[in-house]
């Protein structure tokens, strides 16, 4: 699947990646240059014309977390869309000429070691610290405008560990 597949008109082509450890936490960080308690989410990010989407997906894994160790478990079924607030559409860097995003999620078991992990990988950093988190508590801890789409992500891909 590229990014000529199917989805909604008016969003931005994503991917988002949900990475289980051995003991069924998940990855997230906490967004880099972005305070409060509401700034944590799973890696995700856009993908290039005529991109494989699951190239992508590996991609943005290793730029932003520097993660390469990792099995595939499974993918969401269909793009997965939330739109932008007006705050991120006055953006003009994020919401420029998109209404939100669509994402298709990838599911992935860590097989490396924590110290695998490089918030600096990539030239611009994503996260500026993260952690291995229950699954049930991701929703508490993401943005409000994403909350809706993580609630999807979670349902579909929970099953896979």
């Known amino acids: 699947m590229t990014t000529t597949d199917k989805g909604p008109e008016g969003y931005r082509p994503n991917v988002g990646l949900v990475v289980f450890n051995a003991e069924g ?23 290039d014309e005529g991109e494989e989407l699951e190239a992508a997906s590996l991609r943005e894994l290793y730029e932003e977390t520097g993660i390469r160790s990792v099995t595939p478990l499974g993918r969401t079924k269909d793009w997965i869309v939330y739109d932008f607030p007006p705050e991120v559409l006055a953006n003009k860097r ?33 996260f500026s610290r993260w952690e291995w988190c229950d699954l049930d508590s991701v929703i508490d801890r993401v943005v409000h405008f994403k909350r809706d789409s993580y609630r999807k992500v979670i349902a579909e891909l929970r099953t896979l560990v």
């Open 94 to 126: 994020i919401g420029k000429n998109f209404k939100g995003q669509k994402q298709i999620w990838f599911a992935y078991r860590f097989t490396g070691q924590d110290s695998e992990v490089n918030l600096t990988t990539h030239g611009e950093q994503e």
């Open 25 to 47: 936490k998940v990855w997230i960080g906490h967004r880099f240059g972005v305070s409060g308690d509401y700034a944590w989410q799973f890696p995700q990010g856009g993908v």
